[in-house]
């Protein structure tokens, strides 16, 4: 049977999910599918240019926002669509933020939340700063979600350490424990709050 570039993409994201991001080579990816790792450079010319391509999918949808939200909204929007994005990939963080793809999903991303902090009054010579401001935020908080999931899933060390072991660092020890009582969601939200209110001030929002 003959690989298509579709086969190989959707044989990617599936050892993603299952290996996660240091699981995935082209050897293993290849064996998966049944052929020699030529057969992948055929379509893909090397590892990077395949992380591109999954980035690009991930990215996949992600600005359908409804143009008519406020433009807070809007950019708040854009940020809970990418995370969800990110989420519903193992290592899904971690893959974008190892790339710099300029294909349609990921530009049109850009494109649509620029435009969205332009009209909340973020001056031009700025978009690109709070763009990636925003965009990073999410990124790293997504990569500091999956880390967690994934040593709690897989060790039996808990993430967040008990009174006795902060004893000595009561301020931080407290608010770890705080932390650790809201959920993912509220978490997220909050810095995003932040962040966003940040830019109303600067603003005059």
Do not use: C
């Not at 992948?40 to 999918?57: F, G, M, N, P, T």
């Not at 600005?63 to 989420?87: H, S």
């Not at 999410?138 to 897989?154: D, M, W």
């Amino acid at each position: 049977m003959r690989l298509h570039r579709e086969d190989v993409l959707a044989g990617a994201l599936g050892l993603l999910d299952q290996e996660g991001l240091e699981g995935l080579t082209m050897r293993r990816l290849a064996a998966s599918l049944g052929v020699g790792p030529s057969a992948l450079y055929w379509h893909y010319r090397d590892k990077q240019a395949l992380l591109e391509a999954i980035a690009e999918e991930i990215m996949s949808g992600v600005a359908d926002v409804d143009a008519a939200l406020p433009p807070r909204e809007r950019t708040a929007e854009l940020a809970r669509r990418l995370r969800l994005a990110l989420l519903a990939r193992r290592d899904g963080a971690r893959v974008l933020s190892g790339t710099y793809v300029r294909l349609p999903n990921t530009l049109r991303f850009g494109e649509v939340a620029v435009l969205a902090l332009a009209a909340t009054g973020v001056p031009e010579a700025e978009t690109a700063l709070a763009f990636f401001a925003v965009q990073d935020y999410v990124l790293g908080h997504v990569i500091e979600e999956q880390s967690r999931e994934h040593q709690l899933a897989t060790t039996d060390r808990t993430p967040t350490p008990d009174a006795a072991t902060t004893g000595d660092y009561p301020a931080i020890g407290t608010a770890i424990r705080h932390w650790a009582e809201r959920t993912p969601d509220d978490r997220f939200e909050y810095g995003l709050r932040l962040l966003l209110d940040g830019l109303d001030r600067r603003t005059g929002a």
